[in-house]
């Protein structure tokens, strides 16, 4: 949240010159790789830096510093990290009390924002703020409240309520289990092992604590404020958007001449009682224990399946076995957070805000866990009934592996990363040997995530040797998966772009940066075909589809709605099963380009939104010629 200094023309042309050389002595940055990386030292442990004001300062100085540097010594072309710096810095300016850089800092981010819904939020809460602490002075005051609330209102009511909706409600679902407990437990799961590992944390884990910081100065104390704002916006204006995907359905219920489809839900389970009309099935199998049909793997009479270990398991559905609450109460838990995040009132959400109200911060480790745990039992079934949706043709081959739930992950290793690679190997060569035609990947692997578990494990000395690391271990995966890939044409690979608002070519997803012909990546757009908040982004994701609060199966039969380019992604997997189920005789790139062909630019041109309808109506006459 940062704003650019206005320089009159004359200083401008004044100083052009001397910009223009400083500009290209400036080392270009493309990728994640080349952004310097810096740590710092925590002598104590997170939660006593947070209330040792002046170690603290001291520390976020520093953090400070090292951002100014980077900036003006790195061209970054990468607007999603600039913001990100500018965020830390304004966090920063704040608790320094220095208000008017902080408001030039968000005007700076507002220039960087892409997305418009984006642009509107930044600045939204800390901008009123800033106004109430100018006006009145003291934050203790009656008086400041009330200012602030004004301003608030004031700012919430002048927003596009179209275009904000989601961020409006997820803002207000967010700020309704915001409490000191939670985010000290925040803390105390995810930060305070890394410190007491390495005595230090990374420039990623202090710009997270130092917007902590800023959160319980700042936000916390007016969380009444803000919801009861938020609140009665909502109310005000909430009225549905309008529905673009129903009149845009293909439904081929009823239809004649259709071709079995298999499609792959490469995800962490299916349970398969939930669709026995539509699943793959190897009649050279039984279910009894016995490899029949000597392919290696045990009754894969559906499909085929690994465990957190990379080894071979017949158990096509993750089960929940370690959490803590039952199957039933995750369930309800999980519904009552979405519906937090949508402003749904319901008795989950109740139940949920209560229970994150007296929640301790040694809670937070375990909920977050059992929350995670519900997540991977359902993912790939709510996945699956969205792929095969209106396609009786469509044959469901669960392809399962398992992601570690706990709030520390397990160190990632070269071993380990071996072991992967060979069980890409083995999965992608049972497509060939099944003849799978697509295969839907809600998932993305990210070199962020395999650093940050390094980190969080105390591996590697420095930074950059941590930084080695994680790119030796990531590009075991990557070149393997890519590779894989390229080698079956014939396979058409939907993936999702990946939920953390970046750039997925700057970031390097894989295989959602991958330039190949027969990857289709799917953004997230809601229900009116605006763009989501959290969707990734960039050159690489070539469509658009609905990906929030879509409502699919859990595992048992119940349905949930949920959002993620985990929806988005099987939807456009969806349209490509219905392309072969009409014609058989498609390559990947020709269903691809229909898809492409068929859909509509969004109302300011920066994407393209799926439009099922129309890509089979282009089938229709590309079988006529």
Known sequence: MKERVLLSWLLVFLLLSAVTVEATNKKKITSIDDLPRYSYDVETTVAVLLKDDAA???????????????????????????????????????????????????????????????????????????????????????LY????????????????????????????????????????????????????????????????????????????????????????????????????????????????????????????GVDVDVFPDNLWVNTAEKLNGIDDDGNGFVDDVHGIAYDIDYEKTPQLLYTVENAQATVSALKDMMKGFLDLQAAIESPEASALRQKAATMEP???????????????????????????????????????????????????????????????????????????RVVNMSWVGTIRETERALEMNGIGETPGERAKLAREIYDITK?????????TPEILYVNGAGNDNDDVSFEDFYPTSFDLPNILVAGAVDQAGDETSFTSFGERVDIYANGYEVMSYLPGGDSMPASGTSMSSPQAANLAAKLFALEPSLTSVEAIDLIIQGADESADGRFLLMNPKRSVELLKEYKKK
């Open 56 to 142: 603290f300062n001291i520390f976020a100085d520093q953090v400070g510093v090292d951002i100014e540097k980077t900036l003006a010594e790195y061209d970054i072309e990468d607007n999603t990290t600039l913001i990100g710096y500018h965020a830390t810095l304004f966090d920063i300016t704040m608790l320094n009390r220095e208000y008017d850089d902080a408001l030039r800092l968000i005007e700076t981010m507002r220039e960087l924002q892409e997305k418009p819904a984006n642009k509107h939020m930044i600045g939204l809460v800390s901008g009123s703020i800033i106004r109430a602490m100018q006006d009145v002075g003291s934050e203790d005051s009656v």
């Open 145 to 268: 409240r009330e200012t602030f609330a004004q301003y608030l209102s004031e700012s919430v009511s002048q927003l596009p309520w179209g275009v904000v909706q989601e961020q409006i409600e997820g803002l207000k679902g967010r700020t309704e289990i915001f409490s000191e407990n939670l985010l000290m437990g925040t803390i105390q799961t995810s930060l305070e092992p890394v410190v007491e590992k390495t005595g230090q944390l990374s420039s990623n884990f202090a710009a997270r604590v130092i917007a902590l910081r800023y959160v319980m100065d700042y936000q916390l104390p007016l969380k009444n404020e803000i919801i009861a704002v938020l609140d009665q916006y909502i109310k005000q204006n909430r009225v549905e958007k309008v529905d673009i995907w129903q009149e845009r359905e293909v439904d081929l219920t009823g239809e004649t001449d259709l071709h079995p489809v298999v499609v792959a839900i490469w995800d962490t």
């Open 362 to 436: 040694e809670d937070m480790a375990p909920f977050m866990e059992d929350l995670m745990q519900y997540a991977l039992h359902m993912h790939g079934t709510h996945v699956g009934g969205i792929a095969i949706d209106g396609n009786p043709a469509a044959r469901i081959m669960p392809v399962r592996f398992e992601v570690d739930y706990h709030v520390v992950p397990p160190a990632p290793t070269v071993e380990d990363a071996h072991k992967a690679a060979q069980m890409y190997r083995d999965i992608i060569n049972y497509y060939k040997t099944n003849t799978v």
């Open 479 to 487: 070149e393997t998966i890519y590779e894989l890939i390229k080698n």
